[in-house]
């Protein structure tokens, strides 16, 4: 199975900063079949992007999703108070889909 | 609009079964594909398994196979998951999601059962 790795596993920022988090895989993700979700304390994930670069319903344009092949990246252009949560990558271009392990975003 | 809504929090014995069940509504349930992933105390989402109701076969990631079961009950659109054989590592909160295959992105979650595993 695809192996997906985050860094960094904290990132520590103020609101109004710029954001950019990575994931990447073990082996090249089939189709740059890549989502990125958001997930609160207490809260099931939310998707923000999928195939790597489009956003989700809703998604604000703040949220933007790049990469291909196995380093791909989401970025934040700048931090709302709200956007302050844990990140997680999933591949889903071959089966099992996998989950990365988070990046925490959190209040400087 | 669509929506998923699971079933309440279970405390279990070690050794015992449990079964979640996740209604949706909003949307056509055949053609979609329901998955459920769960995520322990503190860590991350690991996919265990999923079902397209029209085809009605599961698929179970290699750490649930023989130990989870996933099934369906159109009439009620209705999706269930029974893990049997119950540790205490399995304490966690069990979401259940909607895809447009297997595997796929999630774009709808239930809120998320609880299941404590426990002497």
Do not use: H
């Amino acid at each position: 199975e695809i192996v997906l790795t985050q860094s960094p596993g904290t990132l520590s920022l103020s609101p109004g900063e710029r954001a950019t988090l990575s994931c990447r895989a073990s082996q090249s993700v089939s189709g740059d079949f890549l989502a990125w979700y958001q997930q609160k304390r207490g809260q099931a994930p939310r998707l923000l992007i999928y195939d790597a670069s489009s956003r989700a319903t809703g998604i604000p344009d703040r949220f933007s999703g790049s990469g291909s092949g196995t380093d791909f990246t989401l970025t934040i252009s700048r931090l709302e108070p709200e956007d302050f949560a844990v990140y997680y990558c999933q591949q889903y271009g071959r089966s099992p889909g996998t989950f990365g392990p988070g990046t925490k975003v959190d209040i400087k | 609009q669509v929506q998923l809504v699971q079933s309440g929090a279970e405390v279990k014995k070690p050794g015992s079964s449990v079964k979640v069940s996740c209604k949706t509504s909003g949307d056509t349930f055949n053609v979609y594909a329901f998955s459920w992933v769960r995520q322990a105390p503190g860590q991350g989402l690991e996919w265990m398994g999923g079902i397209i109701p029209i085809y009605g076969t599961a698929i179970y990631a290699q750490n649930f196979q023989g130990r989870a079961t996933i099934t369906t009950d159109e009439s009620t659109s209705t999706v269930y998951m029974d893990l049997s054989s119950l540790r205490s590592e399995d304490t966690a909160v069990y979401f259940c999601a909607r895809g447009g295959g297997l595997p796929k992105f999630f774009d709808y979650w239930g809120q998320g059962t609880l299941v404590t595993v426990s002497s």
